[in-house]
Nanobody
Framework: QVQLVESGGDLVQAGGSLLLSCSAS????????MTWHRRAPGKQREVVAN???????NYADSVKGRFTVSRDNAKTTAFLQMNSLKPEDTGVYYC????????????????????WGQGTQVTVSS
């Protein structure tokens, strides 16, 4: 079994910072691209940033220069460092992975496609 679990969401004042984490659990072999999304109240979900397995990153224009996405050395955890937060950054932040290769004790090597976490709430007060 595989899980993606986000953490680090909180209530913060405008101008503050938060560090979100997205950790994959299970017997992980490798993960391709990991992506951070957010859904603001009353709005559609949007991509915030992503990072490939070789470390290439992409950002939404709205967060460039303020947010930084990274991965740990094992590449099973993705981070989203959010600085200079604005009230419009408020929303539920989700992590996804396009391909998670893992070992199932009974079935051997498997791949989870388009796998998502449950989300973590970020609230930025003005």
């Amino acid at each position: 079994q595989v899980q993606l679990v986000e953490s680090g969401g909180d209530l913060v004042q405008a101008g503050g910072s938060l560090l979100l984490s997205c950790s994959a659990s299970g017997t992980i072999l490798s993960i391709n691209t990991m992506t951070w999304h957010r859904r603001a109240p009353g709005k559609q979900r949007e991509v915030v940033a992503n990072i490939t397995s070789d470390g290439s990153t992409n950002y939404a224009d709205s967060v460039k220069g303020r947010f930084t996405v990274s991965r740990d050395n094992a590449k099973t955890t993705a981070f989203l460092q959010m600085n200079s937060l604005k009230p419009e950054d408020t929303g539920v932040y989700y992590c996804s992975a396009d391909r998670i290769f893992f070992t199932d004790r009974e079935l051997g090597t498997r791949v989870a496609v388009d796998y998502w976490g449950q989300g973590t709430q970020v609230t930025v007060s003005s």
